[in-house]
């Protein structure tokens, strides 16, 4: 087994917090799973980063993740820069400058969590949302002119290319039949918007003649955010723009009981670079170095990063080991517990260890 060459670029705030954590239950992991090992750089782009060079990373950064099997990312934003230039200036030129074009955002109740929604049962909310991750409403095309006049005018244009949005649907269809019920639900807004999701619709038509085994249908987006609240237990894949799915798995977070529990992976499915590996949540300025950010997103991160790599057993025996830690008890303040990230990080390392029994706080 090789050693796995990881990048990490914490960034800002809370992203500092649960990256750290989640070296520290990898390095773990090294210990449970036999040949498994991983070497971490640290990059130190982001917001500070900004304030001395101008720039979120540098010029070459780049190419210097390309010597990476994965990378770790942990969240930007800054209250003093604006959030277009954090965001297009380290995360977005990632997925795009490397081509990380499928953004698989899962979501399921964690035992020991209650649901916000009274109604949501654990078994009911089992979904996985496929976003296209590289152009669409996030293309970066358009412009502002006449600038300070009343003329003044911004074009902010949605691109859907038919190698894009065939390229993402191709993916979400495999990942619908790779899950048990082989359920796909297409996410659009063709009603109103006549071109580029009509677009989208007919290519998904045509590309789901290549999965005869795959049950698909298709729902507005606007009626999404009611299905997936009342009847989430009609959902399995979802695949969705970059907009719409960036919106819809925030909703998805919400429903899981935080924010702070929803991972993402920025996927190249064709291994030309390496993929990314981040929480959904932001730099969260609000708790930001109180010691409560919830890790339990990234380390679900890291999960996917070890799925990802193939490392099956040992994506699984991580994950098992989140699950025994918030079954007992160990939840930070955003799912209703008062437990802190070193007290959740140090329940995981301890969890990854089968024969240890966890205390249960509850008890
Ligand atoms: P946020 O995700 O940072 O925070 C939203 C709320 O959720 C806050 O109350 C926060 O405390 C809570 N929260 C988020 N993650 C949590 C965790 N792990 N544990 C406990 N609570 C958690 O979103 P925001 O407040 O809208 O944005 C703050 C900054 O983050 C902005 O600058 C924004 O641009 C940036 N942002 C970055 C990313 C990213 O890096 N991918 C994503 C979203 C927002
Ligand atoms: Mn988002």
């Known amino acids: 087994m090789p050693e796995y060459k990881v990048a990490t670029i914490p960034a800002d ?12 239950v990898l390095a773990a992991l090294e210990f449970q799973v036999s ?8 990059f130190d782009w982001g917001s500070e980063h900004y304030r001395k060079n101008g720039r979120m990373m540098p010029a070459d950064g780049l190419e210097r993740l390309k010597a990476f099997d994965a990378i770790l990312f942990g969240a930007v934003g800054a209250a003093d820069i604006p ?6 200036g380290l995360r977005i030129a990632i997925c795009q400058g490397l081509d990380q074009y499928a953004n698989v955002r899962p979501t ?12 949501c049962k654990r078994e009911n909310l089992n979904i996985v949302i496929v976003r296209e991750n ?13 600038r300070g006049f009343p003329e003044e005018v911004a074009t902010e244009v949605s691109v859907f290319t038919r190698s894009g949005v065939e390229r993402i649907m191709r993916f979400a269809f495999q ?4 899950r048990p019920r082989k359920l796909l639900t297409v996410v659009t807004k063709s009603n109103a918007q006549k071109h580029g999701m009509v677009f989208w619709d007919e290519i998904a038509e045509e590309v789901s003649r290549d999965f005869a085994d795959v049950t698909w249908d298709k729902e507005l987006v606007d009626a999404m955010t009611v299905r997936m609240t009342l009847k989430p237990e009609t959902l399995d894949t979802i695949v969705a723009t970059n907009l719409h799915a960036d919106i819809l798995s925030d909703l998805a977070g919400a429903l899981s009981g935080s924010l702070g529990m929803a991972p993402t992976a920025n996927l190249d499915p064709e291994r030309r670079f390496p993929s990314m590996f981040e929480p959904i949540h932001g730099s969260a300025f609000d708790i ?3 010691g409560i950010a919830n890790p339990i997103a990234s380390f679900w991160c890291a999960v996917q990063m070890l799925e990802h790599l193939g490392e099956t057993e040992a994506a699984q025996k991580l994950m098992t080991a989140i699950e025994r830690t918030t079954e007992a008890g160990y939840l930070t303040p955003d799912v209703g517990g008062t437990a802190t990230t070193r007290e959740v990080t140090d329940a995981v390392i301890e969890s990854l ?3 240890r029994t966890v205390v249960n706080l509850k008890s």
Request: proline content about 5%; glycine content about 16%; aromatic content about 10%.
């Open 13 to 24: 705030g809370i992203g500092i917090e649960v990256i750290a954590a989640t070296k520290e």
């Open 35 to 42: 040949g498994l090992g991983f070497s971490f750089t640290d």
């Open 83 to 88: 959030d277009h230039i954090t965001l297009w």
């Open 108 to 119: 399921r109740i964690f035992p020991g969590i209650t649901p916000p929604l009274r109604n």
């Open 134 to 146: 590289t152009e669409g409403e996030y293309s970066g095309q358009g412009g502002r002119s006449h």
């Open 175 to 178: 990942l619908a039949q790779s």
């Open 288 to 290: 930001t170095g109180k």
């Open 353 to 355: 260890d089968y024969k």
